[in-house]
C-alpha cells in the first residue's frame, strides 16, 4: 500500500509538473506592433513554434574563400557571429537564432520577417568602412604608359569575344552583380558597336583612353559605357599588379550626369586607410538638405585622436569614404582637423539603406567575407495551413487509438487511455522543458510517437492475456505481463532511441525537430506503459482486493 | 474478451520462398529504374531553387512555364499545390545551380521579375521561396547516409549485447531490406526524395527494427526455456505468440498514418506514403526475411551440434511438407526458473 501511495504521489508530481510546463505565461519579448519591433509582455503557452510554423526566414550562410584563402576558419567564423548576431539583433527580430554549423557555415533563423531581400542584404554585407586620402601624386597618370603596354598585350574584352561572355565567365565574376543581366548585355553590345565604329582615341591607349580627368586629385570619370570594359582592365591581376605601390584604385558607388552624359567615378586613394570602421561606436541615419540621405557616426576615443592627428596633417587634401570597397559620395575636401564626428553621404538612397548601413557600422564589419548557401523564407499562411491540418490530423489519429484501445481492451484499455494521455502531456511538457521547436516534423514524430507509444500496451495486454489462459491468478497475471514484457518494451525503445539521437546528431533543422520530439515520446512512452499503466493495475487490485475478474 | 488471432498455428515461414520471390519482382524492375534515371531527389540535396506562389485568381501554368522559358528557365517544373490558386515552381537545372553559387536568391529574383512583368506586381504574393546551392545539398546527402550507417552500426553493438550477434545480424540485414524496398516504393511512385522524407525513412529503420525486436525477444525468451525444439519451429511459434500484438500495433499506426494521409496536407502526405509502406514492410520482413536469414546464419554458423540436428531435420519435414506446426507451449508446466 505504501509504495502504491509513492507510485502515485510520483505520478501526480509528474503530471502537475508537465501542466507547470505548459501553463501559458506571461514572457517579455519582441513583437511586431504596428509593423516595428517592440519589447512587450505577452501571455503564452512556452512552446516555440518553428519557422515552418509561424513563417520566417532561414539563412545559411557560408565563408566566402573565393577572394583569398582563411587560416583560422574557427576564429574567422566564431567572430562572424558575433556580428552578425549583433546586427540581427539591431535589425530587430522577434527571437532570432545564429549558431554555427562546422566551422565554416553560420545558420541563421529569422521567426516573422517579411522582407527576406532586405534581411539577406543586412546579414551579409561586410560592411568594411575605410578612409582613405585620395591621390595628390598623379600616380596613375604616371603609369598610364605602362598600364596601356598591359592592356594591349592582355587585349581587350572585346578582342576576346562579346564582353558578355567575360561578365558571364569567370574574369569579373565578382563584378557583374553589380549589374542585372540586362544592362550586363546592353553594356555589351554598346561597346562592341563603339569599338566597331570609333577605334580607340589617338591620345590614348585601351585604359588612358577611357578615363577624364575628374575635378578633384585621383577623381577619374569614365562614361557609363565604358565601365565594364574598365573594370575589366582594373580586375586584371597584371594590372592591378603595376599599380604603382602605396596607391589602391577604388570605384565610386555611384553614377553622375554631366551635361546629359553618365560618368561612373574612379577614384586613385593611397592605399593605406587613416582610419577604419572599427573604431565608430555609433552610426545614426539622418536626412540634410544638402547632401541627402546621410550616416552619422560617432568614433570612440582611441579612433577620434587618430582621425585628428591624421586629418591635421592632409588639411586641402580630399579623403574618400570607402564602402566594401565603393567610394560613398563624393569625397570631401578637410578643412581643419576632424575630430570624433563624420558623415557619409548616400546621395539619392532613401532612408530604409541609410537606417540599414547605420545599423550594419554599429554592429561592426564582418571579419570575412560570407557567402549565402542556402536561403529559405516560409509565409506565414504556410504555416497556419500546416498547424490546422497536423491538428486535424493528429486528433484523428489519437481518437482512433482511443477507439481501438477500449473496444479491444475494455476496461484495461481505459486505463491504457489514461497512460496516452499521461504520455501525451509529459512528452510536450518535456519538449517545453528542453526549448525544443514545435516543426511540421516534430508534430508529425510526435503523432507517430503515439502509434508507437501504444505498441508498449499492447505487448503488455497481449502478455497478461497469455498469462490468464494459463489459469494464473489476476494479480499473478498481471505482474508477470509487465515483467515479460519489460525485455521487449526496453529494447525496443532502446534501439528506437539510438536511431533517434544519431538523427538528432547528425541531422539538420527540420530533421532534428522530429529527432527531438520522438525521443521526448520515447522516454515518456516508457514511463506510460512500464510505470503509469501499472500503477493504475496496483490501484484497481487494491480496490477489488483480487475478486473481481479483470477485463481485459 | 474481445480477441483476434488468438492461438494460431500459422506455419509462417514455410512459406519464405514464395516470399522471396516476391521480394525480387518487386525489387528488380524498382533496382533497374533507379539505375537508368535514379531519384526524384528534392533541392535539398541537389542545390536549386522552389518557390510557391500563391495567385489572386486561378494560376494560369502554361502563361508562367512559357514566361519562365523566356527568363532563361525552360526546364523548370511548375505544378499546382493544394489549390488551383497555388504554383509551385522548382528550378533544379545545374545552369541555375550555377547561377545560384554567386548568389543564393538570384533565382528566385529572376523569376520574381519575369512573373511581374508577365502578371503585374501584387497579382500574386510568394508563400515561401527556397534555395540551396549546391555544395550544401552534397553534404547533406553525405550526412544522411552516414546517419544510417552509424545508426545500423550502433544498434548491431547493441543488439548484439542484448540478444547475440546472428539475432542482429539478421535484424539489421532484414532493415536494409526494407529501406531498399521502400526506395523501390518510392521510385514506382515517382516520390522526391526530401529531407523529411528521409526523416520518414529513418523512421521505417526504426519501425522495422522495432518489430523485429519483439519477435526475437520472444524467441529468447522461449529458447530460455530449454526445450529442445528446433529453430525453424520456435521462430514460427515465437511469430504466431507475438501475431495478435503485430496485428494491432500495425492497424493502430496505420490508423494514424491515414490521418495524415487524408488531413496532413500535401506538405506531410509523402511523408505519410513512406512510413505507410514502410510500416507494412517493416512488419513483413520481420517473418519472411528476418526469420529465414536467422535460420541461415543459424545454419552456417550454429550454436550448438544438437541445434544443427534439429534445424536440418525441420528443413527436411518443411521440405517434404510434413504438418511442421509446433504444439504450443500453452498450459505447458515449464519449470518457473526458466522464465524470467
Known amino acids: 500500500m505504501t509504495n502504491l501511495k509513492y507510485r502515485l504521489a510520483t505520478i501526480v508530481a509528474l503530471v502537475l509538473a508537465s501542466i507547470w510546463a505548459l501553463w501559458p505565461r506571461t514572457v517579455i519579448e519582441r513583437v511586431k506592433r504596428n509593423g516595428v519591433f517592440v519589447y512587450d509582455t505577452v501571455q503564452r503557452v512556452?512552446?516555440?513554434?518553428?519557422?515552418?510554423?509561424?513563417?520566417?526566414?532561414?539563412?545559411?550562410?557560408?565563408?566566402?574563400?573565393?577572394?583569398?584563402?582563411?587560416?583560422?576558419?574557427?576564429?574567422?567564423?566564431?567572430?562572424?557571429?558575433?556580428?552578425?548576431?549583433?546586427?540581427?539583433?539591431?535589425?530587430?527580430?522577434?527571437?532570432?537564432?545564429?549558431?554555427?554549423?562546422?566551422?565554416?557555415?553560420?545558420?541563421?533563423?529569422?521567426?516573422?520577417?517579411?522582407?527576406?531581400?532586405?534581411?539577406?542584404?543586412?546579414?551579409?554585407?561586410?560592411?568594411?568602412?575605410?578612409?582613405?586620402?585620395?591621390?595628390?601624386?598623379?600616380?596613375?597618370?604616371?603609369?598610364?604608359?605602362?598600364?596601356?603596354?598591359?592592356?594591349?598585350?592582355?587585349?581587350?574584352?572585346?578582342?576576346?569575344?562579346?564582353?558578355?561572355?567575360?561578365?558571364?565567365?569567370?574574369?569579373?565574376?565578382g563584378l557583374e552583380k553589380l549589374f542585372t543581366q540586362d544592362s550586363g548585355a546592353k553594356a555589351a553590345d554598346t561597346t562592341k558597336a563603339d569599338s566597331a565604329t570609333s577605334p580607340i582615341p589617338p591620345t590614348g591607349g585601351p585604359i588612358s583612353g577611357l578615363l577624364q580627368r575628374g575635378e578633384m586629385p585621383g577623381e577619374f570619370y569614365i562614361t557609363q559605357e565604358n565601365v565594364a570594359r574598365a573594370e575589366y582592365y582594373f580586375s586584371l591581376p597584371q594590372i592591378q599588379q603595376a599599380i604603382p605601390p602605396g596607391k589602391a584604385v577604388k570605384w565610386g558607388a555611384d553614377t553622375m550626369s554631366i551635361g546629359g552624359q553618365i560618368y561612373r567615378t574612379l577614384y586613385v586613394v593611397d592605399s593605406r586607410p587613416i582610419i577604419t570602421g572599427e573604431s565608430i561606436n555609433d552610426a545614426r541615419p539622418n536626412n540634410t538638405p544638402i547632401d541627402g540621405t546621410v550616416v552619422e557616426f560617432q568614433l570612440d576615443n582611441e579612433g577620434g585622436r587618430r582621425f585628428r592627428s591624421e586629418t591635421a596633417k592632409h588639411i586641402q587634401d580630399y579623403m574618400a569614404i570607402v564602402l566594401d570597397d565603393r567610394v560613398m559620395g563624393r569625397p570631401p575636401v578637410i578643412q581643419g582637423a576632424i575630430g570624433t564626428r563624420g558623415q557619409i553621404t548616400l546621395g539619392r538612397r532613401d532612408m530604409q539603406q541609410a537606417q540599414d548601413l547605420a545599423l550594419v557600422l554599429r554592429a561592426g564589419a564582418l571579419p570575412v567575407p560570407l557567402k549565402i548557401a542556402d536561403v529559405r523564407s516560409i509565409g506565414a499562411s504556410l504555416g497556419d495551413d500546416a498547424i490546422r491540418q497536423g491538428l486535424s490530423a493528429g486528433a484523428l489519429g489519437i481518437a482512433i487509438v482511443i477507439l481501438i484501445m477500449v473496444v479491444y481492451y475494455r476496461f484495461s484499455g481505459m486505463l491504457a487511455v489514461l497512460g496516452l494521455m499521461f504520455y501525451s502531456v509529459t512528452t510536450l511538457a518535456m519538449l517545453a522543458g528542453f526549448g525544443a521547436v514545435l516543426t511540421l516534423p516534430g508534430i508529425a514524430g510526435f503523432v507517430l510517437s503515439i502509434g508507437m507509444a501504444v505498441d508498449a500496451n499492447f505487448l503488455i495486454f497481449e502478455r497478461i492475456r497469455e498469462e490468464v489462459d494459463r489459469g494464473k491468478t489476476i494479480r499473478t497475471s498481471i505482474d508477470e505481463g509487465f515483467s515479460h514484457a519489460w525485455s521487449a518494451i526496453v529494447d525496443t525503445h532502446v534501439t528506437t532511441a539510438l536511431t533517434a539521437a544519431i538523427l538528432y546528431q547528425f541531422g539538420t533543422g527540420p530533421v532534428r525537430g522530429f529527432a527531438v520530439a520522438l525521443l521526448a515520446g520515447l522516454a515518456a512512452s516508457m514511463v506510460s506503459a512500464i510505470f503509469v499503466v501499472r500503477t493504475l493495475f496496483l490501484l484497481w487490485l487494491n480496490r477489488t482486493r483480487g475478486t473481481a475478474p479483470l477485463s481485459i | 474478451m474481445l480477441r483476434i488471432l488468438h492461438n494460431t498455428k500459422i506455419d509462417f515461414i514455410r512459406l519464405w520462398k514464395q516470399a522471396a520471390i516476391v521480394i525480387v519482382v518487386f525489387l528488380i524492375p524498382a533496382v533497374v529504374m533507379i539505375a537508368m534515371s535514379g531519384f526524384n531527389w528534392s533541392i535539398e540535396f541537389t542545390g536549386g531553387t522552389r518557390i510557391q506562389l500563391q495567385f489572386q485568381n486561378a494560376a494560369e501554368v502554361s502563361a508562367v512555364r512559357s514566361e519562365l522559358a523566356n527568363a532563361g528557365f525552360p526546364n523548370a517544373e511548375i505544378a499546382t499545390f493544394g489549390s488551383p490558386n497555388e504554383l509551385m515552381i522548382r528550378v533544379q537545372d545545374p545552369t541555375a545551380i550555377a547561377q545560384q553559387d554567386r548568389a543564393a536568391g538570384a533565382v528566385v529574383t529572376a523569376i520574381r521579375a519575369a512573373l511581374d512583368r508577365r502578371f503585374g506586381e501584387g497579382s500574386y504574393t510568394v508563400v515561401g521561396a527556397e534555395a540551396v546551392s549546391a555544395k550544401v545539398g552534397d553534404e547533406l546527402s553525405g550526412q544522411a547516409a552516414i546517419a544510417v550507417l552509424i545508426a545500423f552500426g550502433i544498434t548491431l553493438i547493441y543488439l548484439a549485447w542484448r540478444?547475440?550477434?546472428?539475432?542482429?545480424?539478421?535484424?539489421?540485414?532484414?532493415?536494409?531490406?526494407?529501406?531498399?524496398?521502400?526506395?523501390?516504393?518510392?521510385?514506382?511512385?515517382?516520390?522526391?526524395?526530401?529531407?523529411?522524407?528521409?526523416?520518414?525513412?529513418?523512421?521505417?529503420?526504426?519501425?522495422?527494427?522495432?518489430?523485429?525486436?519483439?519477435?526475437?525477444?520472444?524467441?529468447?525468451?522461449?529458447?530460455?526455456?530449454?526445450?529442445?525444439?528446433?529453430?525453424?519451429?520456435?521462430?514460427?511459434?515465437?511469430?504466431?505468440?507475438?501475431?495478435?500484438?503485430?496485428?494491432?500495433?500495425?492497424?493502430?499506426?496505420?490508423?494514424?498514418?491515414?490521418?495524415?494521409?487524408?488531413?496532413?496536407?500535401?506538405?506531410?502526405?509523402?511523408?505519410?506514403?513512406?512510413?505507410?509502406?514502410?510500416?507494412?514492410?517493416?512488419?513483413?520482413?520481420?517473418?519472411?526475411?528476418?526469420?529465414?536469414?536467422?535460420?541461415?546464419?543459424?545454419?552456417?554458423?550454429?550454436?550448438?551440434?544438437?541445434?544443427?540436428?534439429?534445424?536440418?531435420?525441420?528443413?527436411?519435414?518443411?521440405?517434404?511438407?510434413?504438418?511442421?506446426?509446433?504444439?504450443?507451449?500453452?498450459?505447458?508446466?515449464?519449470p518457473a526458473t526458466g522464465r524470467r
Open chain 2, 163 to 334: 540478444f547475440e550477434w546472428r539475432f542482429a545480424l539478421a535484424t539489421i540485414l532484414a532493415t536494409m531490406h526494407d529501406i531498399v524496398a521502400t526506395l523501390a516504393f518510392m521510385k514506382y511512385l515517382n516520390l522526391e526524395i526530401s529531407l523529411f522524407v528521409v526523416g520518414g525513412i529513418l523512421t521505417v529503420i526504426g519501425y522495422s527494427m522495432n518489430d523485429k525486436v519483439v519477435v526475437f525477444d520472444r524467441v529468447r525468451e522461449n529458447l530460455k526455456k530449454g526445450r529442445k525444439l528446433p529453430l525453424y519451429d520456435l521462430l514460427n511459434q515465437s511469430v504466431n505468440e507475438t501475431l495478435p500484438r503485430t496485428v494491432m500495433t500495425g492497424s493502430t499506426t496505420l490508423a494514424c498514418l491515414l490521418a495524415l494521409l487524408i488531413f496532413g496536407g500535401d506538405v506531410i502526405r509523402p511523408f505519410a506514403w513512406v512510413l505507410t509502406f514502410g510500416i507494412i514492410i517493416g512488419t513483413f520482413s520481420s517473418i519472411y526475411v528476418a526469420s529465414p536469414i536467422l535460420l541461415w546464419i543459424e545454419r552456417k554458423y550454429p550454436r550448438m551440434a544438437v541445434d544443427k540436428a534439429h534445424i536440418s531435420a525441420s528443413q527436411a519435414r518443411a521440405e517434404s511438407q510434413v504438418e511442421a506446426a509446433p504444439r504450443p507451449i500453452r498450459g505447458s508446466k515449464a
Open chain 1, 46 to 173: 512556452p512552446l516555440k513554434r518553428g519557422l515552418d510554423l509561424q513563417g520566417g526566414m532561414y539563412l545559411q550562410l557560408e565563408l566566402d574563400e573565393s577572394k583569398g584563402v582563411v587560416s583560422d576558419k574557427e576564429d574567422a567564423i566564431q567572430r562572424a557571429v558575433k556580428v552578425v548576431r549583433n546586427r540581427i539583433d539591431e535589425f530587430g527580430v522577434a527571437e532570432p537564432t545564429v549558431q554555427t554549423v562546422g566551422n565554416n557555415r553560420i545558420i541563421v533563423e529569422l521567426p516573422g520577417i517579411d522582407d527576406p531581400e532586405r534581411a539577406e542584404a543586412v546579414v551579409q554585407q561586410a560592411a568594411h568602412l575605410q578612409f582613405m586620402i585620395t591621390d595628390e601624386t598623379n600616380a596613375l597618370e604616371r603609369a598610364l604608359p605602362r598600364l596601356d603596354q598591359i592592356a594591349r598585350d592582355v587585349g581587350g574584352p572585346t578582342s576576346q569575344g562579346a564582353l558578355g561572355d567575360t561578365s558571364k565567365s569567370s574574369p569579373v565574376s
